[in-house]
């Protein structure tokens, strides 16, 4: 089990803290005893990540049916809330993992976190 930080919180706990959104995992990579474990690091940059490619997803659906609104709201809602559920699962499971002291590695994003956590 990983050492309690001043906060009393674990690393394990910061890690999944990071996923909350991208605002404390960006804290968590300044703040002084936090950014010195890779383990929170990894979390905190896949975090990032994470949701970089959901905001992208999102934006570039919501560009690319602009053209075709033609074919109505509900497939474009249908694919939003299909996105939107994919996230929140694959955030979910991430945190949950990083709360029982694991790392998933997430297809690509996970490799780009190993290389900005790299000591």
Not at 27 to 36: E, I, R, S, T
Not at 72 to 83: A, E, K, Q, R, S
Request: a positive charge; glycine letters at 6%.
């Amino acid at each position: 089990m990983p050492d309690t930080k001043p906060s009393g919180f674990s690393d394990n706990t910061i890690a999944a803290l990071a996923y909350i959104t991208f605002v404390p995992a960006v804290a968590f990579l300044v703040l002084k005893p936090y950014n010195k474990s890779s383990y929170v690091r990894y979390h905190a940059w896949q975090s990032i990540f994470l949701s970089c490619v959901f905001y992208m997803a999102t934006t570039l659906l919501g560009m690319a049916v602009k053209p075709v609104l033609f074919i109505g709201t509900f497939p474009y809602l249908v694919i939003t809330w299909l996105i939107w559920g994919i996230w929140v699962l694959v955030w979910i499971l991430c945190a949950l993992k990083a709360l029982n002291g694991k790392r998933i590695k997430l297809p690509v994003l996970g490799t780009l976190a190993e290389r900005q956590a790299a000591d």
